[in-house]
C-alpha cells in the first residue's frame, strides 16, 4: 500500500495537467499550441535546463557518467529499431524517430522530479538534453530525409544545455538577481509542457490504433531493457540508473508527429503512436516507477 500511495503521488500530478490541457480544449476552448511550444522551447525549458544543472551539488564526473550512458542507450536504441523495422518492411522515415525518441521534456522531467527530488532531476535534465540533441539533428535529419544535422546548434536548449554544463564544470553561479529570474521563467516550464501535451493528445487524429499499441508496447519493453543493460554495464549509482531507465522509457514525444507532418511523413501513424504508448503509460510508466523506488 505504501509503495502504490508513494507511486500515485509521483504519477498523478502529471496525469492531472495533462488531463487538463486534454478537456480544455475538448470543451473549446482556445490554446495556441504554436505560440506555447515556441515560449517554452525557446525561453523556458533552456532557462530551466541552464539553471538546474548550475545549481546542481552532483559531481560533475557522475553526470558525465549519465551523458555517456544516455548516448550509449540511443545508438543501441538506434540500431535495435532500425533493424526491426527493417526487418518488418516498416518505412524508417515515419517509424524509427518515434520508437527512439521518447517525452523526456513533458513526462520525464515532472516525472523525475517528483519521484527523486532535484538530484533525479539534474540527471534528468541530462538525458533530455541528450535525446533533444539527438532529435534536433538525426531526427530531423531522418523525417526530413535530408538536411543539415547540424540544426541543434540553432535551438536555445543546446545553447542552455551546453552553457548550464560550462557553469557547472566551472563552479560558476550568475548573479542572484539574473539566477531568480531564470528560475521563476524556468519554472513555468514543467507544468505549461504537460498541460500541452493533454492538449496535443486532444487533438491527434489517430488511425491504426492496434498496430500502435503493439508497437508501443514492443517499443517500451526495449527500452527498458536498453536502460537498464547500459545502466547495469557502466555501473551508474543507484539515482542515475533509474533516471536513465525512466527517460529512455517514457512515451513517444509529440514532437515526432509535429516533425512528420511538417516534412510529409506519415503523420497519422505517428499520431496513433503517440496516443498508443501515452495511454500505455498509464500503466507501464507506475510499474516501472514501482520497479525502480
Given amino acids: ?20 490541457g486534454f478537456f480544455w480544449v475538448r470543451t473549446g476552448h482556445e490554446y495556441r499550441m504554436e505560440f506555447i511550444t515556441r515560449l517554452s522551447m525557446t525561453l523556458s525549458v533552456p532557462a530551466l535546463i541552464f539553471t538546474a544543472l548550475m545549481k546542481t551539488e552532483i559531481n560533475p564526473s557522475a553526470l558525465t557518467n549519465l551523458m555517456l550512458a544516455a548516448i550509449f542507450a540511443y545508438l543501441a536504441l538506434s540500431l535495435i529499431f532500425w533493424a526491426l523495422l527493417r526487418m518488418g518492411r516498416l518505412s524508417q522515415r515515419t517509424y524509427l524517430g518515434p520508437m527512439i525518441f521518447g517525452n523526456t521534456g513533458n513526462v520525464g522531467l515532472p516525472l523525475a522530479l517528483f519521484a527523486f527530488g532535484e538530484a533525479g532531476f539534474a540527471y534528468a535534465v541530462v538525458v533530455f538534453a541528450v535525446m533533444a540533441i539527438f532529435s534536433f539533428t538525426a531526427g530531423v535529419w531522418l523525417v526530413s530525409g535530408g538536411g543539415s544535422p547540424l540544426r541543434a546548434l540553432k535551438e536555445p ?56 499499441f503493439a508497437m508501443s508496447l514492443l517499443r517500451v519493453v526495449i527500452c527498458m531493457g536498453v536502460g537498464v543493460g547500459i545502466g547495469v554495464w557502466l555501473e551508474l549509482e543507484p539515482v542515475a540508473f533509474a533516471i536513465l531507465v525512466l527517460q529512455v522509457s517514457t512515451p513517444v514525444a509529440v514532437t515526432s508527429y509535429m516533425l512528420a507532418e511538417k516534412y510529409g511523413a506519415d503523420a497519422d501513424a505517428v499520431a496513433g503512436m503517440v496516443i498508443a504508448s501515452t495511454l500505455l503509460a498509464v500503466v507501464s510508466l507506475p510499474l516501472t516507477l514501482a520497479f525502480l523506488i
Fill in 1 to 20: 500500500m505504501d509503495l502504490f500511495l508513494t507511486v500515485l503521488e509521483i504519477v498523478a500530478p502529471v496525469g492531472l495537467l495533462g488531463a487538463i
Fill in 157 to 212: 536548449v543546446t545553447w542552455g544545455t551546453l552553457l548550464g554544463g560550462l557553469f557547472l564544470w566551472q563552479g560558476w553561479q550568475t548573479p542572484d538577481w539574473l539566477t531568480n529570474s531564470l528560475s521563476l521563467l524556468g519554472q513555468i516550464a514543467i507544468p505549461m509542457m504537460l498541460i500541452t501535451l493533454g492538449v496535443a493528445v486532444a487533438r491527434l487524429n489517430a488511425g491504426h490504433l492496434g498496430k500502435a
